[in-house]
């Protein structure tokens, strides 16, 4: 099944790596517990909106820049993946 | 304040308006009470990701499609608003 929170917490945690920054700088910034962000990243809790309003401010990233990405992974998700068999073979 | 469950909540009520189908209808395909799909509508209440999930099926529309809707939406909120003065005036 294909979860929000999953790709939202995917999209969170690349951007965090990408920043080359540890769980601890992010949770500090965004004054979130970091049991609670690495809950969020591996997508086992649902972040408030609040919550992820201040995650994205700790990550220097908009909320628009978070959902476009969640969005085309999400659509990438969806989309049936086509077998190709070779009958030639 | 940008919250993602405001603009998730209006892309769900822009959805079931379009197809004529009434709060009771929609709840009761996506087996949520009508309670809880009017404060998720209105932006008063996250919804989980599994609930999101039903309603998105209840109405017959991909989770990517409303994430592509809400985060057009959401960038749009956060674009900066110019005001054009006229000096000339």
Do not use: F
Request: aromatic share 2%.
């Amino acid at each position: 099944m294909i979860l929000l929170r999953t790709h939202i917490g995917s999209a969170l945690r690349t951007s965090r790596i990408a920043q080359g920054r540890t769980l601890r700088d992010v949770a500090k910034s965004a004054r979130v517990s970091l049991g609670y962000l690495s809950e969020v990243e591996r997508g086992q809790k649902e972040a408030s909106s609040e919550l992820l309003n201040s995650i994205c401010s700790a990550l220097n990233i908009s909320l628009g820049e978070v959902l476009v990405r969640v969005s085309t992974q999400v659509r990438v998700a969806e989309t049936p993946i086509l077998t190709v068999v070779d009958d030639a073979a």
